[in-house]
C-alpha cells in the first residue's frame, strides 16, 4: 500500500468537465490500490476575478479580508471534487485548511506553515475515504484564515506530504514535466525524467515557472518526492529528488535564461576596503535585489565593479548610483538594460572539467560575446545582449546534446511501483 499526495492546478480544475475528469483520475488511483490524499487549486483565473473584486471596492483593502476572500476560491474545488468522487462510489471528505489543522503564522497573504495536525486525514483514509484538502490556505493561532502566496497550493500539497511521509507528492498541471529548456523556444527540448532539488531550483528561479519555488525547498527539506505530470496526457513526468548514486548525473540538464536583466558599471573605483560595499549599501536599502556580481583585481589602485539587477530597477539603481559617485570614488558609472542571462544547469558539473570551454566554443561559433560570467558549483550563467538570447539558448542546447537522453538515465517508474525514499521527513 502506498500514500500519494496528488496536487491538481487551477486549469486541470477549470470548469465542472475537468473536476470530472480529475476524479476519474483520482478513481484510477484508488483502483490501482494506492490510498490518496487529493489537494486542488480554484479554479483558473478564480484568485485573479476574486483579488479584483476585492480591489474594485478598496484601494488597500485589509489582508486579513482579502485572506477570507481569496480563499473561498480552494472551497468551491474541494467541494464539487468530492462530490464527483461520491458519484462515481469513492467516499470522499472535503476540507478546508483550518478543518485539518493547516497552522501558519500571521502574515496574511504570504503566511508559511508551522504545523500540520494529521490526525482528520489519517482518520478518513483509515476510513477508506478520499480527503480532498483546500490548497494555499491555512489558519493562524486565533482561528484566522490565512493564505501562503500566490501558487502556495503546491507547498500545501508537498507539506501534508511531508507530514504524512507519503511516498510521492504529484503536481497535476498543464504541462506533463520539466524541459530541458523552453520547448517554444527550442522545439528539441526534451522532457527530464528526473531532476534534483538543487537543479530544479535553479530552473525553477530562472524562469522554468512549473512549480512554486518555496514548494520545491519544502520538499528538498523534509525529503518529499515530487513528480510533476500532466492532467490531460498521460505519461511518467518528470521526478524531482536527491542526486541517486547508481545514476551517472548529466553534467548540464537543462537551460534556464533570464528576459529581463540589466548590467551596471561603475569604473575608476578607488581600490580600499568597503568599496564594494559602498556601491551596494545604497542599492540594497532601496530593495533592489542584485544578482551576479563581477569585481577584478585592481590594477593601479583603480578597479571596475560590474553587478546585474532586474531590468524593472534599472533607473532607480542608475540614479541612486549617480547620486553617490563620489561617496564611491568613482569615476563613472555606465549601464545597459537590454541584456539577458542564459544558465547551464546541472549536478554532473561538480566532476566534470571542460563545461565552460565547450559553452564558450557554441557561443563563439555564433558569434555572440560574452558581457558577463558567474559559475557556482551547478552553474555557468552568461550575461549576453538581448539579440542574442534565442541563437544562444539553442546553439548551447545542441552543443550539450540536451536533446538525446543521457545514456544512463535509468527511468524512475511512476506511482505504480513507487521506490520509497527513506529519511528526515516529518
Ligand atoms: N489559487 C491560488 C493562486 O492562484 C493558489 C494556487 O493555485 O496554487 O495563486
Ligand atoms: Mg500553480
Do not use: W
Not at 271 to 276: H, I, Q, R, T
Amino acid at each position: 500500500m502506498t500514500l500519494i499526495v496528488q496536487k491538481y492546478g487551477g486549469t486541470s480544475v477549470a470548469d465542472c468537465a475537468r473536476i470530472e475528469h480529475v476524479a476519474d483520475k483520482v478513481c484510477a488511483a484508488r483502483r490501482a490500490g494506492h490510498d490518496l490524499v487529493v489537494v486542488v487549486s480554484a479554479m483558473a483565473g478564480e484568485t485573479d476575478r476574486l483579488l479584483g473584486l476585492g480591489k474594485s471596492i478598496s484601494q488597500r483593502p485589509s489582508a486579513r479580508e482579502m485572506d477570507v476572500l481569496l480563499s473561498t476560491g480552494e472551497q468551491v474545488t474541494i467541494a464539487l471534487l468530492a462530490i464527483a468522487l461520491e458519484k462515481r462510489g469513492f467516499p470522499a471528505r472535503s476540507f478546508t485548511g483550518a478543518q485539518v489543522c493547516i497552522r501558519t503564522d500571521k502574515e496574511h497573504s504570504k503566511a508559511r506553515i508551522e504545523s500540520i495536525d494529521d490526525g482528520k486525514l489519517r482518520a478518513s483514509l483509515a476510513g477508506n475515504c478520499v480527503p480532498v484538502v483546500a490548497g494555499f490556505q491555512g489558519v493562524d493561532e486565533s482561528g484566522d484564515v490565512t493564505t501562503l502566496g500566490r501558487g502556495g497550493s503546491d507547498t500545501t500539497a508537498v507539506a501534508l506530504a511531508a507530514a504524512l511521509k507519503a511516498d510521492e507528492c504529484q503536481i497535476y498541471t498543464d504541462v506533463d514535466g520539466v524541459y530541458t529548456t523552453d520547448p517554444r523556444m527550442v522545439p528539441e527540448a526534451r522532457r527530464l525524467a528526473r531532476v534534483t532539488f538543487e537543479e530544479m531550483l535553479e530552473l525553477a528561479s530562472l524562469g522554468s515557472k512549473v512549480l512554486q519555488i518555496r514548494a520545491v525547498e519544502f520538499a528538498g527539506k523534509y525529503n518529499v518526492p515530487l513528480r510533476v505530470l500532466s492532467t490531460f496526457k498521460e505519461g511518467e513526468g518528470t521526478l524531482i529528488t536527491y542526486e541517486d548514486v547508481t545514476m551517472e548525473a548529466a553534467v548540464v540538464s537543462g537551460i534556464a535564461f533570464n528576459r529581463d536583466e540589466a548590467e551596471i558599471t561603475l569604473i575608476g573605483i578607488q581600490d580600499e576596503p568597503g568599496a564594494a560595499y559602498h556601491i551596494l549599501g545604497p542599492i540594497s536599502d532601496a530593495n533592489i535585489v542584485v544578482d551576479m556580481i563581477v569585481q577584478n583585481v585592481a590594477r593601479e589602485g583603480r578597479l571596475d565593479f560590474t553587478f546585474t539587477i532586474h531590468r524593472n530597477d534599472y533607473a532607480q539603481a542608475m540614479e541612486i548610483l549617480e547620486a553617490n559617485l563620489k561617496r564611491m570614488g568613482a569615476k563613472r558609472v555606465i549601464g545597459n538594460d537590454r541584456v539577458v542571462k542564459i544558465s547551464l544547469v546541472g549536478v554532473g558539473m561538480r566532476s566534470h572539467s571542460g563545461v565552460a570551454t565547450r559553452l564558450f566554443q557554441a557561443l563563439s561559433e555564433e558569434g555572440i560575446s560574452i558581457r558577463l560570467v558567474a559559475t557556482s558549483e551547478i552553474k555557468i550563467s552568461v550575461v549576453v545582449d538581448e539579440k542574442h538570447l534565442e541563437t544562444g539558448v539553442r546553439a548551447l542546447h545542441a552543443a550539450f546534446r540536451l536533446h538525446e537522453p543521457p545514456q544512463q538515465e535509468h527511468l524512475p517508474q511512476p506511482a505504480t511501483a513507487p521506490v520509497r525514499q527513506g529519511g528526515a521527513v516529518g
